[in-house]
């Protein structure tokens, strides 16, 4: 399993700072919706300008205009983009080929993705499904929320979760084969943000 | 009717040239996702402080992080800002709550809203409900869609289109009870944008 540390609601300086303290025990860098939403492709660029050597996940969460968005935020440095679940069966298609003409990765958010919808987004074989619970919910049922999705998504190779991610419910992550933990604020508000991400890594493998 | 201009896949400084241009034709000016994803909060503010009286909504697509979102659009200067149908009902009652402490508007964007998605969403009374065609799917289809979702949204107050909206198609919208008339490309790409948008603004009322 490996740690993907997602950064929100800070500027641009701040996120550089928090990469600095903890890119050691990181393995992706997510800009966060907000810094999108705030900053614009700036965001992107600056952060791989900073740092290109780091893997960079832009949560652009694309839901229309897919061709646009992902060529947009494939060159300003991104090497995964993000795109809704509820999107059109047909904007995620554009997604796929753009990511495949890029030979970057994408990840679908299931964020209100029901079982039936789930069900068309299955033959999307090379993309990462992102298991998302809404911030608004403050982390609760995540566990639920874990087992529920690993049963509807068998057969599927590449998972990831966020939304209320702690040093304990690590081990339950790997043990269900989940490809990418991604963990924001339990680093990046911790008073000492490189213990924070040092304690997240030494849990990414089950210890025996 | 009143008509609002979608601006998008533009720089800031041309987005303030085409406003100079039609605003003498258009209600409201819709800062395009692409321009928030392209620039973030930067597109609202300096589109709002070169005109602070026309009526602005940004259409920023929100889906999850309601707060945060919405209250950054608005702080920046929207008038209206946009939430998605397919977000999580919590989410949405956040941007109505939000919406309603700053007195401002919001618009619940239906794109790959289905009808039973769409009978949670009847509750929220004050919104604007935007009937969408996805852009990846150019124009095709919107006259059985709005006729569709005007079935389905019977009961409903506000009410705006988007997607592929031409002079020809104004009518049936007027007729239809449309309150707000979506126009992207037709206006912004055209050879005179100000005769374009003349031409829009002239068919806001059927024609006895």
């Given at each position: 399993m490996i740690l993907q540390l997602a950064i929100d609601r800070v500027t641009i300086e701040e996120a550089i700072d928090i990469i600095k303290e903890t890119r050691e025990y990181v393995d992706i860098i997510e800009i966060g919706t907000s810094l999108i939403k705030d900053y614009g492709m700036d965001s992107v660029r600056k952060i791989k300008e900073n740092f290109p050597d780091i893997r960079i996940l832009a949560?652009?969460?694309?839901?229309?205009?897919a061709e646009y968005e992902f060529r947009a935020v494939y060159e300003a440095g991104a090497d995964i983009a993000t795109v809704m679940g509820a999107s059109a069966i047909s904007s995620i298609e554009i997604c796929d080929r753009v990511a495949k003409e890029y030979k970057k990765d994408y990840m679908i958010d299931?964020?209100?993705?029901d079982d039936q919808r789930l069900s068309s987004l299955?033959?999307?074989?090379?993309a990462i499904f992102g298991v998302h619970l809404p911030a608004d919910k403050n982390g609760i049922g995540l566990e639920n929320l874990i087992q529920e999705s690993i049963l509807s998504l068998k057969g599927i190779e590449r998972i990831s979760v966020a939304g209320g991610v702690s040093v304990n419910t690590m081990p339950l992550l790997e043990k269900s084969g989940i490809e990418i933990a991604i963990v924001g604020g339990a680093i990046?508000?911790?008073?000492?943000r490189k213990l924070a991400a040092k304690d997240f890594s030494r849990m990414k493998e089950v210890r025996k």
């Open positions: 949560d652009i969460k694309t839901i229309d205009e299931l964020l209100e993705v299955i033959k999307f074989k090379d990046t508000k911790a008073q000492d």
